[in-house]
């Protein structure tokens, strides 16, 4: 469970450096992260079914959702195969203050 946690906040800011132009000043952790980035890039590897070992057939997010972790994701939404932009962004916000820590 904690490499799909450091992977997704890596992810994210290295997507979002690689989009953003270069800084003329020093930039804080929060604003060089890119939301479209997590959302298009991340958030599908949350989602992505396991093909082998523990946990196969269940994507990341069963676990990020039902258990105590440091990324708590919102929970889908029934019958749901991704979550809202809302959702998206407390995710985001989430992954966001855990990467500044």
């Known amino acids: 469970m904690r490499r799909c946690l450091l992977l997704s906040i890596n992810l994210?800011?290295?997507?979002?450096?690689?989009?953003?132009?270069?800084p003329q000043t020093q930039q804080s952790p929060s604003t060089a992260l890119s939301f479209e980035f997590y959302r298009t890039h991340v958030e599908p590897i949350?989602?992505?079914l396991r093909d082998a070992g523990?946990?196969?057939?269940?994507?990341?997010?069963s676990?990020?959702?039902?258990v105590a972790s440091r990324l708590r994701l919102q929970?889908?939404?029934?019958?749901?195969?991704?979550?809202?932009?809302?959702q998206?962004?407390?995710?985001?916000q989430l992954a966001a203050?855990?990467?500044?820590?």
């Open 12 to 22: 994210a800011l290295l997507g979002s450096e690689a989009a953003a132009p270069a």
């Open 54 to 61: 523990q946990g196969a057939g269940r994507a990341c997010a």
């Open 75 to 86: 929970p889908l939404s029934p019958g749901a195969v991704a979550w809202t932009e809302e």
């Open 97 to 101: 203050a855990l990467w500044q820590t």
């Open 88 to 92: 998206s962004r407390q995710n985001f």
């Open 46 to 48: 949350f989602l992505k």
């Open 63 to 66: 676990c990020y959702v039902s």
